[in-house]
């Protein structure tokens, strides 16, 4: 019996493992390998380690946290799970269960992106969501925004700190009067005509193909895909969920705890803002949540209550 299972490995789980192990508890971690920021070559925002590769510093934080003997790693998917007496147990995709008297939900969320030919291949690259994160490194060339949401122009309003800014609101997602006016104060330009292809070399941009033939020079694009989330155990376990700007996520309180008492979450799956700091910050308040639930169960068993 663990005390914890941790179902995703990626920042958020390992930042909960890490607070956990620290507590002496009995962790085990559950991951498939796919973390959601893959396709990026750097990571950024990080303090202490700003411009590493993702997955140099994820395997860094996985080697950190597997240094406490009191944590286990289990390579694969967690398919269901179910309450089973005071416990959860949790059944793993190659067979098998493990049990754990804790659920931390980490495995974050799977984007669904925009279906314009040349856009996939160029996704964390010179196709980017996150300003903050990547809009440094093209600080002064020419940005666009490719609107995807009534959340859009919110976006180019940010991106336009960076450098001179299309907005392409794809015939669908146009401003309104003082979305406009407030994008006009940033020199934003604005296109209807739809973008239909991304040109240039390897996964670099060079320009974007408009529906009527015409070629924009672009060095990068930004967008806010839709988000799915990626847990198969949120349905069968009842956890609530709320709608984000951009798609679900998995409503938590001030401990990270769902509504489904000894579950909680943590990362992109936990909230509308993604981004690593955030996701290791979620994730180590879920392990301290996790922690202290553990202790009050304790002194309830004993007919006592915790101190305030």
């Not at 991951?31 to 411009?51: I, K, Q, V, W």
């Amino acid at each position: 019996m663990h005390d914890v299972i941790i179902v995703g490995g990626s920042f958020a789980g390992l930042s909960a493992a890490l607070m956990l192990a620290r507590a002496r508890q009995r962790v085990l971690i559950i991951d498939g390998g796919r973390p959601r920021n893959r396709f990026a070559s750097h990571a950024h925002g990080l303090l202490g380690h700003d411009g590493k590769p993702p997955a140099q510093l994820l395997d860094e934080s996985i080697a950190q946290v597997m240094a406490y003997p009191t944590v286990s790693f289990q390579a694969g998917l967690a398919t269901d799970a179910a309450r089973d007496g005071e416990a959860f147990q949790v059944t793993l995709d190659e067979g098998g269960t493990a049990h754990g008297r804790r659920l931390i939900l980490a495995s974050g969320v799977r984007d669904v992106l925009p279906d314009i030919a040349g856009l996939a291949s160029r996704w964390g690259q010179s196709v980017l969501h996150c300003p903050y994160c990547h809009g440094y490194e093209f600080a002064g060339q020419a940005l666009g925004v490719l609107a995807n949401s009534p959340m859009s122009p919110h976006q180019a309003q940010v991106v336009a700190q960076w450098g001179p800014t299309i907005y392409f609101s794809q015939g669908r997602h146009a401003p309104d009067d003082a979305q406009r006016g407030a994008l006009q104060a940033f020199e934003v330009r604005f296109e209807d005509t739809p973008v239909v292809a991304l040109e240039g070399e390897g996964d670099a941009l060079s320009a974007v193909r408009l529906a009527d033939g015409r070629r924009i020079e672009l060095q990068a694009l930004f967008t806010a895909p839709r988000v799915a989330l990626a847990n198969p155990l949120l349905e069968p376990l009842g956890c609530a969920l709320a709608e984000g700007p951009m798609g679900p996520y998995v409503q938590v309180d001030e401990t990270r705890q769902t509504n489904v008492p000894g579950v909680f979450a943590a990362g992109d799956l936990a909230g509308p803002m993604p981004s690593l700091p955030l996701a290791v910050s979620s994730g180590a308040m879920a392990g301290l949540g996790a922690h202290r639930s553990l202790i009050e169960a304790r002194l309830q068993a004993a007919g006592l209550k915790a101190v305030a």
